[in-house]
């Protein structure tokens, strides 16, 4: 993606003072992407969704498949989003937008989730992988994984990796949670889980904010 003279590509590689290679770009943000939207999605709504769906129709390759199918749509629809944010504000505004918009993440990381019983029953009619696709895909708007891949997908410039990655971590973290249920959720410490995701969503706000990526320049 071509930038504007003065822009450049937000990033925080240049701490070791020299420029990173493009493979080290392509995997920080797809790594980044899938890890912290693979915590964030550990105990959120949408989860919770997929261990309902699960414990319902006792089918889990429909299910997954549903939910893979909405995933890609509901975050390629917020990686455009955030690609669109990236050419249309300036860098200062980005900074401030970015910044503020990682710590909003990680205060709600925080703040558990729920779903309301009528959430499921929406489109039970279309057979075990359509109600997936559009219980999951309205689920999923406005949540905080589809919030974090707009955000991410304006940090990298690269929405095509973004929401490969998010994709990836929404699937590591609901997979499991068809095939085993609540089991899972049971075992799997989620306080300490969304501390993490809540603190690397911070420190993104932080390196942001401060302009640490250009601190030695």
């Given at each position: 993606m071509a930038y504007p003279p003065g822009r450049r590509r937000r990033h925080w590689g240049d701490l070791a003072g020299y420029p990173r290679r493009p493979f080290e770009a392509v995997m920080e943000?797809?790594?980044?992407?899938?890890?912290?939207?693979?915590?964030?999605?550990i105990g959120d709504k949408t989860q919770l969704l997929a261990f309902i769906l699960a414990a319902r129709f006792k089918r889990p390759l429909p299910i997954i498949a549903g939910i893979l199918c909405a995933t890609l749509v509901n975050h390629g629809l917020a990686g455009?989003?955030?690609?669109?944010?990236?050419?249309?504000?300036?860098?200062?505004?980005?900074?401030?937008?970015?910044?503020?918009?990682?710590?909003?993440?990680?205060?709600?990381?925080l703040i558990p989730d729920k779903i309301e019983e009528e959430e499921t029953q929406v489109?039970?009619?279309?057979?075990?992988f359509g109600a997936t696709l559009v219980t999951f895909f309205l689920a999923e708007m406005g949540d905080k994984t589809q919030i974090a891949t707009v955000a991410l997908a304006a940090h990298y410039a690269n929405p095509w990796l973004v929401v490969a990655g998010t994709t990836l971590g929404m699937l590591l973290a609901d997979v499991p949670a068809v095939f085993?249920?609540?089991?899972?959720?049971?075992?799997?410490?989620?306080?300490?889980?969304?501390?993490?995701?809540?603190?690397?969503?911070?420190?993104?706000?932080?390196?942001a904010l401060l302009k640490i990526d250009t601190l030695f320049k």
């Open positions: 943000a797809l790594l980044i992407s899938t890890g912290v939207v693979g915590l964030a999605e455009a989003l955030g690609a669109w944010i990236t050419s249309a504000v300036s860098a200062d505004v980005m900074r401030w937008v970015l910044g503020t918009s990682f710590i909003a993440m990680a205060i709600w990381t489109a039970k009619h279309l057979g075990v085993i249920g609540d089991k899972f959720a049971a075992k799997m410490p989620m306080k300490l889980v969304h501390s993490i995701a809540a603190g690397i969503f911070a420190v993104m706000g932080l390196l």
